[in-house]
């Protein structure tokens, strides 16, 4: 998932995010529902926000959902830009494109 940070905001890509199918996969409509519930913002025509309060909880439920061989790869990791530094707490869970 393509992200950045900006003013201690990390964003995932619009593109990027886990649509909710009413009649999808469970693991992939609570995958949604999980990363919605500690968003910041998380509009359906814009990128999602998340605070650096949650960046462990997001780290977490990411490395989670990556273990459970449900998902890819590029649905459970964060992707910045080479110029970006990448937080320690985001480091498990990101690489650079």
Known sequence: ???????QILF??????????K???VVRNSYFWALRSIAAQ????????YDPEVWLALQRMLLSFMESG?????ETQLEFAPNQEIPAVLKPVATWE
């Open 1 to 7: 998932m393509r992200a950045r940070i900006e003013q």
């Open 12 to 21: 995932i890509h619009q593109d990027d995010v886990p649509p909710y199918k």
């Open 23 to 25: 009649s999808g996969s």
């Open 42 to 49: 998380a509009h359906r025509s814009r990128d999602w926000e």
């Open 70 to 74: 449900y998902l890819g790869i590029h």
